[in-house]
């Protein structure tokens, strides 16, 4: 299977605690996207990269998450000191990023993420 | 206003129907548009994507565009029970690589 992976796919912990969760792209994509879906809701943007630099984050990502992506392959994102209302699924994304606005975004499972 | 609004559901339809799905969007600068299924506790698959005004065909599915109506559309002839997920629309501007997306409308599709 060549699609995208993610890594853990649950992950439960408690309240302050430190999360890493990773991200490998689809072979050859260049741009890797991070999103979070709570329930009843579509998926919320978070940041993107192009290769290794991080070229957009929204306001949804505070000071508390981090994400990088380094030699522009395998990405990971963290959350310190998680508060419950991280609780969410954590799902990337990654697209060839030829340049062209018509460029299709496909997903991974996902990462759900409980905090208690 | 939401960027991306379709109706919650769930929209009903029996084996064999036909299945409407409706999405519009505030952002006149949208230039892409794509469908996404998502079966529940599962992540989104891709189903359709159109970039042009009119209508795109794929299979069982149809997705329809009215950029002046900032309007699209997807059609689901010959539904089945498995069709039944929570459809979501997505946007995307010239210029900005996020994808937004509307909350999205579960289908039933009952035998």
């Known amino acids: 299977d060549t699609g995208v992976s993610q890594d853990p796919r649950h992950k439960i912990t408690k309240r302050g605690q430190n999360v890493t969760f990773r991200c490998d792209p689809i072979?050859?994509?260049?741009?890797l996207y991070w999103y979070r879906q709570t329930l009843g809701q579509g998926p919320e943007f978070l940041t993107y990269?192009?290769?290794?630099?991080?070229?957009?984050k929204s306001r949804l990502l505070s000071d508390r998450f981090s994400a990088e992506r380094p030699k522009g392959s395998f990405s990971t994102l963290e959350i310190q000191r998680t508060e419950q209302g991280d609780s969410a699924m954590y799902l990337c994304?990654?697209?060839?990023?030829?340049?062209?606005?018509?460029?299709?975004?496909?997903f991974g499972p996902g990462t759900r993420l409980l905090v208690l | 206003q939401k960027e991306v609004e379709q109706n919650s559901g769930p929209l009903s339809v029996p084996e064999g129907a036909i299945a409407s799905l409706n999405c519009t969007y505030s952002?006149?600068?949208?230039?892409?548009f794509f469908w996404y299924r998502q079966y529940s506790g599962k992540s989104p698959e891709l189903i359709m994507s159109?970039?042009?005004?009119g209508d795109k065909e794929d299979g069982r599915f149809t997705a329809q565009l009215n950029k002046a109506s900032q309007y699209v559309s997807l059609l689901i002839r010959d539904s089945q029970p498995s069709d039944s997920a929570t459809y979501l629309c997505?946007?995307?501007?010239?210029?900005?690589?996020?994808?937004?997306f509307g909350t999205g409308t579960r289908l039933l599709v009952s035998p």
């Open positions: 952002d006149r600068g949208s230039q892409s």
């Open positions: 072979s050859e994509h260049n741009r």
């Open positions: 994304a990654s697209s060839p990023g030829g340049g062209s606005y018509q460029e299709t975004q496909y």
């Open positions: 159109i970039y042009s005004n």
């Open positions: 990269f192009q290769n290794e630099a991080q070229l957009e």
């Open positions: 997505a946007v995307n501007n010239t210029g900005f690589q996020k994808l937004v």
